[in-house]
Structure formats: C-alpha cells, structure tokens
C-alpha cells in the first residue's frame, strides 16, 4: 500500500526560505545586537533597527516562534529580548558571534541560489565568476571590504568546529601545527590558548596576512602564533608536526584536493597528522543532509569543488602514502578527518 504523502514536510521544505531569509534579515538589521541584555517593545526595536511598524509586531514574533527572541506579555506592550542563544552566537559583541556566516549568506549567498537549476544544468558556477570572469578567491580577494565579510563568514562557520577540535585533538604527542588557509588566524589561536605547549603557525594569501597579524597581536600570541603568507598551489606548506585544513578541501577539485593532500604529506614528519575538518558525507550518502548541501553550494561558488565522504578522504590520503585514519565527530553536521604519516 501506498505511503500517504506528507504534505507538511513538503510545505515546510518548500517554504524554508520563510524562515532562513527572516533570520538571515535579523542579523542584516542588527536585531540580536541592538538588544543585547535589554528588554524593548516591538516599537522600541523596530525604531533602533529600521523596521516598519507594519512589520514590526509579525517579524519580532516570528523571532519568538523560531526561538531565536523571547517575548514577555502580549500585544503592544509585550517586551522581546535575546534568548541565551541569540546572545551568545548572534550579538556581535559576543566571543562566540557567528553571524558572520549568516551576514555573507543573505548579502551573497541568499541570490547566488536562485540560480540553483542553471548551475545544475551546467556544473557552472552561478556567483561572482560568472559575472566577472574571475576565480572565485581572485574576486573575493580583490577587494577588503568583499574579503573581510568572506573572512568574517569563514569564522562563524567554523569557530565551534575549532573550538571542538582544540578539545577532542590529542596534542599530548605534538608541538608545531600549521594551518593552511588559515583565514584570520582562529584555529591556530584557539589551540594556542587551550595547548600552551604548541607553537602554530597559520598560513594563507598575502592579502590575509595583515587580518590575521591583527588578530594574533590583540590576543597577545605572537610569540608563539606566526603568519606566514603563500599560495599553498605554488608553495610548501611550512613544516609542522600537524598540519590543518578548515573548509578548505571542499572549495577545490580532485586533482587540486589530491595536491594539498600531498603537500600537507610533504610537509609532515613521520608520525605527523593531516587534519581536514569538514561537513564530511556519510559514506552511504543519506544522511548528513547539511554536507550535501554543501556540496551544491561549491557547485554555486566554484568550478570545481564538492564536499566527500569519508571514504573518499582515506582513499585520497592513501594514495599520498598515508598510513593511519581516524575520524573525530565534532558537533552537528562536522568532523575532524585525520590521517597519519
């Protein structure tokens, strides 16, 4: 007998944008930050923000539906404040603040995506390279205000991850790492506050490195966190006894994957570890929704990229010469992939 169809999940599915352009509009409009610890009145907010009073009451209570707002009371008078998670991850005077992600999303990503079915009919990317002609990281790179909203997107995707790594990871046996596409410096800065024994090194393009040199000096670790710039297609990686790379196999093809994975092999000791944190896919590829997805979104962004399996991952690091593998579970979608020369 036939499975009833459920209508729900279609709707809810096909109507997701609902709520994904309203948060993402949330954080455009710095809703979680102009509230921070206060309480307001929907006319309180929508003035410090700029929303209409028209859509006031409906946009701060969808908010409060989606758990992201907590409302006392009810109609005019009612006052809306964070919730603990809102505070913590989407007020950009947070440590934790990951809104970054979500500000790159709705300025770049949100419209990117409405050519979906183009870039699946073509496996041509559908942002700025299609418009301009240039690689994706030339056209991110070329201009700092478009490179600092990138690197601010790279750090909210990735400080959990990081902070999970700089947990779960066991440095005991190490003391140098580098991180390959360091972007602004989070992971070498993360492991050199919870591992006071290592000395890190985050390496990425000419243009990072005084981002990166910023961040590492206002956290008081240059002494033992060191930029370095290179373009790891045409440099050696710096050597270290762990060598990182956050969300950055994924942006490339197979051949580009199976070249950084050599270069992080050659720049390895015997007994080094490579360590690719990524959205990895589940090997049967049915359940790690996000990873695919994320998969679609390098078909959107570049010529060649895709996210993989674990599997795929052991199979490429063999082939390098690796000879040991490991898969740490971070939280959510994400894992730390290790493989050990």
Same mark, same amino acid.
């Given at each position: 007998?036939?499975?009833?169809?459920?209508?729900?999940?279609?709707?809810?599915?096909?109507?997701?944008?609902?709520?994904?352009?309203?948060?993402?509009?949330?954080?455009?409009?710095?809703?979680?930050?102009?509230?921070?610890?206060?309480?307001?009145?929907?006319?309180?907010?929508?003035?410090?923000?700029?929303?209409?009073?028209?859509?006031?009451?409906?946009?701060?209570?969808?908010?409060?539906?989606?758990?992201?707002?907590?409302?006392?009371?009810?109609?005019?008078?009612?006052?809306?404040?964070?919730?603990?998670?809102?505070?913590?991850?989407?007020?950009?005077?947070?440590?934790?603040?990951?809104?970054?992600?979500?500000?790159?999303?709705?300025?770049?990503?949100?419209?990117?995506?409405?050519?979906?079915?183009?870039?699946?009919?073509?496996?041509?990317?559908?942002?700025?390279?299609?418009?301009?002609? =240039?690689? $994706?990281?030339? *056209?991110? /790179?070329?201009? %700092? !205000?478009?490179?600092?909203? +990138?690197?601010?997107?790279?750090?909210?995707?990735?400080?959990?991850?990081?902070?999970?790594?700089?947990?779960?990871?066991?440095?005991?046996?190490?003391?140098?790492?580098?991180?390959?596409?360091?972007?602004?410096?989070?992971?070498?800065?993360?492991?050199?506050?919870?591992?006071?024994?290592?000395?890190?090194?985050?390496?990425?393009?000419?243009?990072?490195?005084?981002?990166?040199?910023?961040?590492?000096?206002?956290?008081?670790?240059?002494?033992?966190?060191?930029?370095?710039?290179?373009?790891?297609?045409?440099?050696?990686?710096?050597?270290?006894?762990?060598?990182?790379?956050?969300?950055?196999?994924?942006?490339?093809?197979?051949?580009?994957? =199976?070249? $950084?994975?050599? *270069?992080? /092999?050659?720049? %390895? !000791?015997?007994?080094?570890? +490579?360590?690719?944190?990524?959205?990895?896919?589940?090997?049967?590829?049915?359940?790690?929704?996000?990873?695919?997805?994320?998969?679609?979104?390098?078909?959107?962004?570049?010529?060649?990229?895709?996210?993989?399996?674990?599997?795929d991952f052991r199979a490429w690091c063999k082939e390098a010469g690796f000879e040991r593998f490991e898969i740490i579970p971070l939280e959510g979608p994400a894992s730390a992939a290790v493989a050990y020369k």
């Open positions: 007998m036939q499975e009833p169809v459920d209508v729900i999940r279609i709707l809810q599915t096909a109507f997701g944008f609902w709520s994904s352009k309203t948060l993402l509009s949330a954080v455009e409009l710095g809703v979680f930050s102009a509230l921070d610890d206060r309480a307001l009145t929907a006319a309180e907010l929508g003035k410090d923000v700029g929303v209409h009073p028209r859509a006031q009451r409906d946009f701060f209570d969808a908010l409060v539906c989606m758990r992201f707002l907590e409302r006392e009371g009810d109609g005019e008078d009612a006052l809306y404040r964070n919730t603990e998670a809102a505070k913590l991850y989407l007020d950009e005077r947070s440590s934790q603040y990951i809104g970054g992600a979500l500000e790159m999303a709705s300025a770049r990503l949100y419209r990117f995506w409405n050519d979906l079915p183009k870039a699946l009919r073509t496996g041509s990317p559908q942002n700025e390279v299609r418009h301009t002609g =240039k690689p $994706l990281f030339e *056209a991110l /790179y070329s201009e %700092l !205000p478009r490179l600092e909203q +990138f690197l601010g997107a790279m750090v909210g995707f990735s400080r959990h991850n990081v902070d999970v790594f700089a947990e779960r990871f066991d440095f005991s046996r190490y003391k140098t790492l580098c991180d390959a596409g360091g972007a602004t410096g989070l992971l070498s800065i993360t492991v050199a506050k919870r591992h006071p024994h290592m000395r890190l090194t985050t390496f990425d393009l000419p243009a990072v490195e005084p981002i990166a040199r910023r961040r590492v000096e206002a956290e008081g670790l240059a002494d033992r966190v060191m930029v370095v710039s290179g373009d790891f297609f045409e440099d050696p990686l710096p050597k270290a006894d762990v060598i990182t790379m956050g969300l950055v196999l994924h942006d490339w093809s197979l051949p580009q994957k =199976k070249h $950084l994975i050599r *270069a992080a /092999y050659d720049a %390895l !000791p015997p007994g080094g570890a +490579f360590v690719a944190i990524e959205n990895l896919i589940d090997d049967a590829r049915r359940e790690n929704l996000f990873g695919l997805l994320s998969s679609l979104n390098m078909l959107i962004e570049t010529t060649g990229g895709f996210d993989f399996t674990a599997a």
